[in-house]
């Protein structure tokens, strides 16, 4: 009994020396640690649903592009009319009724799913808020834009709070681990990689849901102005007669107009950096989960150590889930040649078939093992249909 006691104090002074360089190095890190481990249940839960909403909307990236691109030349269209004193040629007229059908006509099919991602992950948005560091103020012709969010410093550092979660747990699992060293740096690394998908789901979530309610406000007046625009485009001869009219709505509608399109240009191109920064984050996790599994599994697993967190399982999906109805994968690892699109669409597949495994509960690890074996073959088989 003393023995086992003194082997407890033992590690858990090993485990505090190894740790203790990030602690000096940054005097709040044991608190984050402390609530990755304690709460690392309900931090998955909300991982799962955040993940899963930011997914959708990435889908919806091109949606968001050309309601961006439809914003901006409506500014252009908007102008080149905005002198009240002078009158609208028809030609201009159609030019605008143009940028502002394409408008209307994407934030339509983007306000529902917007609404909806931000009904659904609102209690998680909350949850993450609790560990945000910073608002960011965005401003408009219109609006100041308050925005919850994590600097890259804070992202990177709870990110590192789950490396020392596996860190833990290996020990905790084998206590031999404590002397291997370059194994603790190996369940670091993969912990924090893990970790930083979720956590840069929440960062695209806090900002996609700010720009879409400012974009909402804006849209409002273009839409009381929808029917005469349709009539234009049309043809129909009382809403062309009618011309001045709509000139004149559009006119008093300048201030939203250009709220609008700078809401639209400053955040899609802020959204398509924060997605290119997730591709990255799956990238590195992929890369980093295959050099664990062949030092120590062999054979590819989903978790690492036995007692590792599972917010891997709630990530890593984003960026390839974009096509539509991928199809099945069930030739990944064939030497056949295929398209990168549909080399893409595989990859998809096995992700998805990969996230659903690794979230059951009941999953046994045969089965997880064959989900990453797939994963990682429909992967080869992207870099190949690059390579040609």
Known sequence: MIIRSNLKAMLIIMVLAFIMPAIQADAGIFDDIKLWYNQKSEINKHSRVISSEVKTLYRERKSIQRFSEGASGLIRAYRAISNKGSKA?????????????????????????AEAMYRNAQPSMKYFSQLADQTETIQTNKNKILVKSFSDGRLNKLAGANGWSRVFDSVKSDPLNLFRWGRLQDEYKLGKVEAQYPLKCAQIAFEASAYYFA?????????GIQKEIEGILGGDLGAILNVAGTVNKIQNSGQSIEALGELAETGALRIGKRFDELLKVQEDY????????????????????????????????????????????????????????????????????????SQRGDASQNEVNKAINELNAAKRQVEQAKAR
């Open 89 to 113: 040629s028809l030609p201009q007229m159609l030019d605008i009724a143009k940028s502002i059908s394409l408008v209307v006509s994407e934030f339509k099919n983007l306000a529902p799913k």
């Open 215 to 223: 974009a909402r406000d804006s849209v409002q007046e273009l839409l």
């Open 286 to 357: 992929v890369a980093i989960n295959k050099s664990y599994n062949d030092k120590y599994n062999k054979t590819p697993s989903a978790s690492g150590s036995s007692g590792s967190t599972t917010v891997s399982a709630s990530g890593t999906t984003a960026r390839q889930s974009t096509t539509s109805a991928a199809p099945s994968t069930g030739n990944n690892s064939g030497s056949a040649a295929v398209s990168l699109e549909r080399a893409m669409a595989n990859y998809q597949k096995a992700y998805q078939a990969y996230v659903e495994i």
